[in-house]
């Protein structure tokens, strides 16, 4: 077939991408370096973590971090059909109107909040809202919870228990408060956006999904992109389009495929004998994630998800699942949470994620027995990292310095947050089931310097890494405002990668509203 596009990455803006020209009659090819997202642990909401660390997942992992105590960030992200949305936890959130206004006032003209929120509402299909600020019948299913743990709700009454708002949509006119997420779910499933924006469009024959295979670099001839550089099943092979190539590798592969493919910092470039494009500083740059930090509590009684994996009971969720689509395995664990100003400043600054289960991380094991996480998040780091390659060889991991906790300010609002989780902690709906705190530490008080410890000894990524490939309107930008490469024809960026800043938030609904827009993009300059 002759294609009009070629896609690099089927994830969550690469899926939206897919169907949003195929349904416009281009005829597109889709790469994805994974395999499909058709796994029982994909499907099942709750077993998400189960698939990280399969050949589902990419492991990254940053060099040794100075302000995090020497630790290495580990950054896994999605590698199948529908990308982070196939591995991601569900969480459905927008972030604030402030945080796109502040990308229109820094110079992204057109993505001010006004221009933004079309986009989200037609992306959305949600379960419970309508009007002027959600969607009803968009490729994206967004659900109320199925399920709730008891130890997810003993959060939400403690959290108002101790003078939090409750907040039953955090992407209806008031971010603020405590509740319970709506998810990218539909009918107890993962709705990821290769579940539902590809699934819409997989038997199209102007559609070519492509999956098992690697990009190397895209081809630029005379100042143009031209087509893409693949290897698939060990054999290296080419591949042209008549138009536009959209790279939406996500936020640490999409630099470092413009970079392969000659655009990038030319010095850097030259020294790796990479021939120059388009010697653009600003790829690799501005890298940026949210960190959270989990406060630890053991619960009285057994009533965490520890062992609700195993044996029998595995058995009874696994079946319930199968036949009724209900109970824990529709949890998308992540159920509850909320967001707070905890600088007064009329922002929230603060998210917390609530698990009802004691949770690892790559380096660490979970703490034993039952009990909860809650893990205050900072919404906007003044920290910032890069991605470089160390080699001009595609398959060699790329040079990545996360800069977690790198500026005070970040480490102060987690310490911030630290210390509201604990008065939440300690408040009548969670002390009646917390036995004690486990970590930072079962003392009614503990000073800053106390909790700061905690913060660089267990930071941890949200993974919501963005911002490698920053859209601006000005000439050091990667991409311009309608995330067009500067300095290449033909070539678009199309992932978190382009964020200037995080939103406040969840990265998955922001970086399906920037899908949207691109496919408009696209289709308008036809
Ligand atoms: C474990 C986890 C939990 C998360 N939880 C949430 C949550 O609850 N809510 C939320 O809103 N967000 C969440 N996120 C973040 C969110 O999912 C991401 O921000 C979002 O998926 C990013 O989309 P993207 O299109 O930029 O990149 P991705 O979705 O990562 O897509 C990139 C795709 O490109 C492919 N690719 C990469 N390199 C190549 C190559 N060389 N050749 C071919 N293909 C390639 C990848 O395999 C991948 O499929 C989570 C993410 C993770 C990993």
Known sequence: MNFDHIIIGAGSAGCVLAHRLVRAGRRVLLLEAGPTHEHPFVRMPAAFVRVIGTERSWDYASEPQPHANGRRMHVPQGRML???????????????AADYDSWRDAGCTGWGWSDVLPAFVRAESNE???????GRDGPL?????????????????????????????????????????????????RGSTAAT???????????????GVHVRRILVEAGRAVGVEFTEAGQLQQVRCAQDVLLSAGALASPQLLMLSGIGPGED???????????????????????????????????????QDQGLRALRHGLQWQLLRSGLLTSNVVESGGFVDTLGTGRPDVQFHVLPV??????????????LSINPCFLRPQSRGTVSLRSPDPAHPILFDAGALRVQADVDTLVRGVKLARRILRAPALAEVVEHELLPGAEATLSDAQIEAHVRSHAKTVYHPAGTCRMGGDATSVVD??????????????????????????????????AERCAEFVLQAA
């Open 141 to 189: 299913q967004v659900s109320e919870p199925r399920f709730r743990h008891p130890l997810s709700a003993a959060f939400v009454a403690a959290a108002q228990q101790a003078g939090l708002p409750a907040n039953p949509d955090f992407n209806g006119t008031e971010q603020a408060g405590v509740g319970f997420y709506q998810s990218t779910t539909f009918r107890g499933e």
């Open 269 to 307: 470039l030259h020294k790796l004998g990479i021939p120059v494009h388009a010697d653009s500083q600003g790829v690799g740059q501005n890298y940026q994630d949210h960190l959270e930090v989990s406060v630890y509590a053991r619960t009285r009684r057994p009533i965490s998800l520890l062992g």
């Open 481 to 514: 405002t309608h995330l067009r490469v500067r300095g290449v024809a033909g070539l678009r960026v199309c992932d978190a990668s382009v964020m200037p800043t995080l939103p406040s938030g969840n990265t998955n609904a922001p970086t399906i509203m920037l």
């Open 197 to 211: 924006y590809l699934a819409a469009v997989r038997r199209d024959e102007r559609l070519a999904v492509r999956t």
């Open 358 to 371: 004691l949770v690892g991380d790559v380096e660490r094991e979970p703490l034993p027995g039952h009990g």
């Open 128 to 134: 419970r809202y309508a009007g002027p600020l959600h």
């Open 82 to 96: 529908g990308g982070g949305s196939s591995l991601n936890a569900m969480v459905y959130i927008r972030g604030q």
